[in-house]
């Protein structure tokens, strides 16, 4: 990849990609494209402001006019889409802003990059591309739905969302899809459990939990607290992206797994609280959100036997890790905790959340 459109990449994961990118790959030109929503801040890549390779470029990727420009001026031969609508919460009050962003969006970005890359744009039947072009879906084990007890999403396990987002996920992914078995278009889309680390919107749950518990504000809890995820260092989740885009066969779905064991959200609670020093007493029980999914679990087996990645952070490397960033951080988080993320804390856990 010599020239790269990043989509979504003030964001938390497309902000860690984007920094991973510019110091471990060779590349000649990286544009990224953001909205700058509530969860968009340049500020994330403030020590990339500088890099001659680096680019930003403030628009929405359902602006077919821009995108089309963008392609034009820079000659992309990669487009790695984060943009979306991420929170499930937002998701369930305004399922119309999901469903534009994540599905419509990445449709206007399929047909720019299916127009430039085409040999022959003008010939329908053409399945022939300019050699070592690639776009890649980033996706969400939440597009499977939930797991019982046992079990886990493979890349053959049928789509069955639960929510707005997922579902609006899930129409994308089915697009990408639809691309590549219709046009022949080189695109790959991966799939990964639940990330955390650095520069994460403090409404997910261990940003959340660590900002307030430092606070000593009290921590929201959906329902009984047992719902089961995978979790997954941002890092290591960067790296296999970048590895899908060097050696993925075109076409594959990948997932993305952080082989850390399965743990409840109650759990998490608790481990956070033991290793900040706070009592168990800050732990609040909410009222479980609609459709919340019981328990994910991600089998990474292809990616690792196909392209030999594997996550290399453990959780509890990765959680202290993360811990001490927002602490050293304090002043990145206090900035975003101001104004409307006050508004929407009171909205979705009540007013004595914030």
């Known amino acids: 990849m010599r020239s790269v459109l990043v989509t979504g990449g003030a964001g938390f994961i497309g902000s860690n990609f984007i920094r991973h990118v510019l110091c471990e790959e060779t590349i000649d030109r990286l544009v990224n494209l953001d909205a700058l929503t509530y969860a968009g801040n340049l500020e994330n890549l403030a ?30 031969d990669t487009v790695v889409n984060f943009a979306a609508e ?117 409404e997910k749950l261990i940003p959340l939990l660590i900002c307030n518990a430092q606070n000593n504000k009290p921590l929201p809890v959906y329902g009984d ?52 020093g706070k009592p168990e007493s800050l732990i609040i029980h909410i009222k479980d959100r609609p ?9 990474h087996t292809k990616i690792t036997r196909e392209l030999h990645w594997k996550p290399q952070i453990s959780f509890e490397e990765g959680i202290y890790r993360t811990i001490q960033w927002y602490m050293e951080n304090s002043a990145w988080v206090e900035r975003i905790m101001m104004g409307d993320y006050q508004i929407y804390c009171a909205e979705m856990y009540g007013s004595e959340i914030v």
């Open 291 to 299: 459709g919340h999914d019981r328990r994910y679990a991600i089998d």
């Open 86 to 202: 991420s929170h499930v919460d937002r998701s369930i009050t305004s399922p119309e802003i999901a469903f534009t962003t994540n599905a419509l969006g990445t449709q206007t970005l399929l047909e720019a990059a299916k127009r430039f890359w085409k040999v022959d744009p003008s010939n329908k039947f053409s399945r022939d591309y300019r050699e070592g072009v690639r776009f890649l879906q980033v996706s969400t084990d939440e597009v499977y739905g939930a797991l019982g007890s046992t079990g886990t999403f493979r890349e053959t396990t049928p789509l069955s969302p639960n929510s707005p987002y997922s579902a609006s996920k899930a129409a994308a992914d089915l697009m990408v899809g639809a691309y590549h078995r219709t046009f022949g278009f080189p695109a790959n889309i991966t799939r990964c459990s639940n990330n955390y680390g650095p520069y994460q919107f403090p």
């Open 225 to 276: 607290g047992l719902q089961v995820r995978d979790w997954i260092h941002v890092q290591d989740h960067c790296r296999a992206i970048c590895a899908v885009l060097k050696n993925g066969q075109p076409g594959e779905v990948y997932n993305i797994g952080g082989d850390n064991g399965e743990r409840t959200n109650l759990e998490i609670v608790h481990l956070i609280l033991r290793k900040l």
């Open 47 to 76: 020590d990339c402001a500088d890099d001659s390779r680096y680019c930003f470029v403030h628009g929405n990727i359902c602006d077919r006019e821009l995108v089309e420009k963008l392609f034009v001026e820079y000659a992309f």
